[in-house]
């Protein structure tokens, strides 16, 4: 594992062990099991989505903060653009986030019932019962950070809370433990997406070859997401022409002034190109393909 993985893993057992200090696993669960189920993940039927993040801090670019003038402005923002989940970063001490910013988005979201993730370094199904617990209606499990067992737990708990998973894999070796892990849960009721992370956590320079390389080791009857680099609209595009039905968008959203005209100006592009895959397809399916599209 990363340096910078093994420092976020530490952080996340303390940050456990103390919120475990302040609540018990029962009384938490108490708390969330009957609590009115999130905010359904909908995917668009045009063939691409955003899930768009909200980031304050991070290792690779630092403060991110510069055009946040509130949270709950910039989430709405990221709902009126058009995201079908918004990602909020709850670690604190390399990305600035906290559960109180998870919560903030989730109630200024639910009016829109537009569902916000957790984004951290779960090691626990307790803090998956925190997320729900903030109102949070899906997950990101990295598996690079986690045996088989565990992710099975993370994804048990996220299942009985009616929350999204974001499966996350950063290269072959994560590719074949997800598709083991989801090929024993076959039939399962849950939602489920599979995740490409571009970035490179030594170096944290992003490369979204990675997204070409690892495609064809993808777990199949799951949304597809590609992480981490997607900054401009001849990205979407590029991703979306690979075949990810998602991408993840953090920095560049980060950075833009207006984040809402951004996010929806890569939704168009992203869902004209699936359109246009779509019918590259229908034609070749059909036989009425120009030769370059045999
Ligand atoms: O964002 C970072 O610098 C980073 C460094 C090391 C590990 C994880 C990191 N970010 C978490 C993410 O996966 C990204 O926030 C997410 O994919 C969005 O990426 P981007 O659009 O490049 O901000």
Not at 70 to 89: M, P, Q, T, W
Not at 163 to 172: G, Y
Not at 189 to 196: A, F, K, M, Y
Not at 223 to 228: M, R
């Amino acid at each position: 594992m990363s340096g910078l993985l093994t420092e976020m893993a530490q952080g996340s057992l303390d940050r456990l062990e103390r919120a475990r200090a302040a609540e018990s696993e029962q009384a938490l669960w108490a708390r969330v099991s009957d609590a009115p189920p999130p905010p359904p993940l909908r995917l668009s039927p045009e063939g691409f989505d955003v899930i768009a993040e909200c980031k304050l801090h991070s290792p690779s670019a630092g403060d991110l903060s510069a055009h946040t003038v509130d949270i709950e402005s910039r989430i709405k923002a990221y709902a009126n653009g058009g995201a079908c989940a918004v990602s909020v970063l709850t670690e604190p001490t390399r990305f600035g986030g906290s559960l109180a910013h998870l919560q903030q988005a989730a109630r200024v979201l639910l009016p829109a019932k537009v569902p916000v993730m957790r984004k951290d370094f779960l090691v626990d199904p307790y803090q998956v019962m925190e997320a729900r617990a903030a109102g949070a209606g899906g997950v990101l499990v990295i598996v690079r950070m986690l045996d088989r067992s565990r992710i099975t737990e993370l994804l048990d708990c996220a299942a009985m809370l009616k929350m999204f998973v974001l499966i996350e894999a950063f290269d072959q070796a994560d590719l074949a433990v997800a598709n083991e892990v989801l090929a024993a849960r076959k039939g399962h009721d849950e939602q489920t997406l599979v995740g490409i992370n571009c970035r490179d956590l030594e170096k944290l320079g992003v490369d979204l070859s990675r997204l070409e390389d690892l495609a064809e080791y993808l777990p199949e009857g799951h949304p597809h997401v590609a992480e981490s680099g997607v900054a401009s609209i001849d990205d979407v595009k590029r991703v979306v022409d690979i075949g990810y039905a998602l991408a993840l968008i953090g920095t560049a959203l980060m950075h833009s002034q207006e984040p809402c005209e951004l996010l929806d100006a890569m939704l168009a592009a992203g869902r004209e190109c699936a359109l246009a895959a779509r019918g590259r397809s229908l034609r070749i399916a059909t036989g009425v393909a120009g030769k370059d599209e045999q």
